[in-house]
């Protein structure tokens, strides 16, 4: 197996279709070759194969993969807020202004992700969170399962007696057949348009984690449920109401082949512009930078920063009704199968562009080449954060920055002029 990378260069239309419509229907596929190279894109499962200890492969300094070896520190559901638990901890400690905290004990830069408990370990925690609120709804997701598999929303604790009690310490006991879940706070005042809940899928890239150097897409896109959005508690049930997976909206009555339910984030930008003014959506798209700079800054410190690796990321974000923006997941295996056309189009671009940054101008790869390629071949991807650069601009720059969530993130209106913005966020 050689699993070396290069330039895509696509033969025909037909087989640009079969291998975007099998991305993920196997272990790897062959995605170009000429006389020099093979690349070889992989799914998390062959990843853990290559990096094994017992089965895996030396990789020599011309050959790289799509993923980290523990990329699951990001992907996964409940390691990916133990990770932004345990980073606001450390900042607490340190004293640095990014883990202020607000007159009730919120953080004010750091508040992005939903209030989350492990279940059933932190069984005891979450009754008592809910106790507080007991009106509240609250959405369970398994761990390790994509595509709005096995989620559902309950607003009362016997909902979730699915899962036994030990009768004499009414403590939260794990049944060996079940699997972890997180359940985290429902965000039940979702921004809608037409009335309808969607989120923002975002796709980043990093080369590396240390340094950290990431790039963001811009061409994202919206995910839009087919029903009408309602909070009532009648309607808990039904996922064409609460979740936005294409997996699960294109199986309902109104889902529309052709848009597919999806909008583009630029006419998400050009919505907001017009009905919320341009201050406002640039602060927005500013706090989303954000959240995905501090989240790869949470996990950057335990991944497992391998020279040979680089990952496209899939960002799920949702946006509330005072236009802040949550995380809600990280996915490590966005899904490059195409429901419409410029779905189809996009996600060739992406596949493009990404390896285009992971392999500038198609050479052979080298590991040991840790340079910013160069900007020519961008894409429609654009820095997003250079460690490097950042700790090049001075010490008083991470203070001075740390404001973007909350003042808009001064220094990057630039974006307005069509230019590339390099944000160096500290």
Not at 164 to 179: H, I, N, P
Not at 252 to 277: A, F, M, P
Request: proline share 4%; net charge positive.
């Amino acid at each position: 197996l050689r699993i070396m990378a290069g330039k895509v260069k696509w033969v025909t239309d037909i087989e640009k279709s079969v291998l975007i419509n099998n991305f993920e229907k196997r272990g790897w596929i062959q995605v170009a070759e000429n006389e020099d190279w093979n690349f070889y894109w992989m799914s998390v499962q062959t990843i853990r194969n290559v990096f094994s200890v017992e089965t895996g492969y030396r990789l020599s300094d011309d050959q790289i993969v799509n993923h980290f070896p523990n990329h699951y520190e990001l992907t996964r559901k409940d390691l990916m807020v133990k990770n932004i638990k345990r980073y606001r901890k450390e900042l607490e400690k340190e004293g640095s202004p990014l883990a202020e905290k607000d007159e009730n004990g919120k953080y004010i830069y750091l508040d992005f992700v939903p209030v989350t408990f492990m279940l059933p370990a932190d069984y005891n925690l979450f009754v008592e969170e809910f106790r507080k609120n007991p009106s509240s709804t609250w959405i369970m997701k398994p761990c390790g399962k994509a595509q709005g598999k096995g989620i559902f929303l309950i607003n009362k604790l016997s909902q979730i007696k699915k899962w036994s009690r030990d009768s004499k310490t009414s403590s939260f006991v794990s049944q060996s057949s079940k699997e972890a879940y997180v359940i985290s706070l429902y965000i039940n005042n979702p921004l809608l348009i037409g009335g309808k809940k969607f989120d923002l899928r975002l796709y980043v890239l990093v080369s590396t984690y240390r340094p950290l150097r990431c790039y963001m897409y811009k061409l994202g896109f919206c995910r839009f449920c087919t029903v009408k959005y309602t909070p009532s508690t009648s309607e808990l049930d039904n996922m064409f109401v609460h979740l936005t997976n294409v997996a699960i909206q294109k199986h309902g009555d109104d889902y529309n082949h052709i848009h597919g339910g999806k909008w583009t984030v630029s006419n998400l930008r050009l919505y907001l512009e017009s009905t919320r003014g341009k201050e406002v959506t640039n602060k927005l798209f500013d706090e989303i930078h954000w959240i995905i700079v501090q989240s790869l800054k949470a996990v950057a410190p335990v991944m497992n920063n391998d020279k040979h690796c680089f990952e496209c990321y899939g960002y799920d974000i949702i946006i509330d009704d005072k236009l802040k923006p949550w995380l809600i997941e990280v996915n490590a295996s966005p899904s490059l199968t195409s429901s419409t056309a410029n779905d189809r189009i996009l996600k060739y671009n992406l596949i493009n562009d990404t390896l285009n940054i992971a392999v500038p101008n198609g050479e052979i790869p080298d590991c040991k080449w840790n340079k910013s390629p160069p900007k020519e071949v961008l894409g429609n991807y654009e820095v997003l954060y250079d460690e490097e650069m950042a700790q090049g601009d001075g010490p008083d720059r991470d203070w001075r920055s740390r404001s973007g969530p909350s003042a808009g993130a001064k220094g990057n209106r630039s974006r307005d002029s069509g230019k590339p913005v390099l944000t160096i966020w500290k």
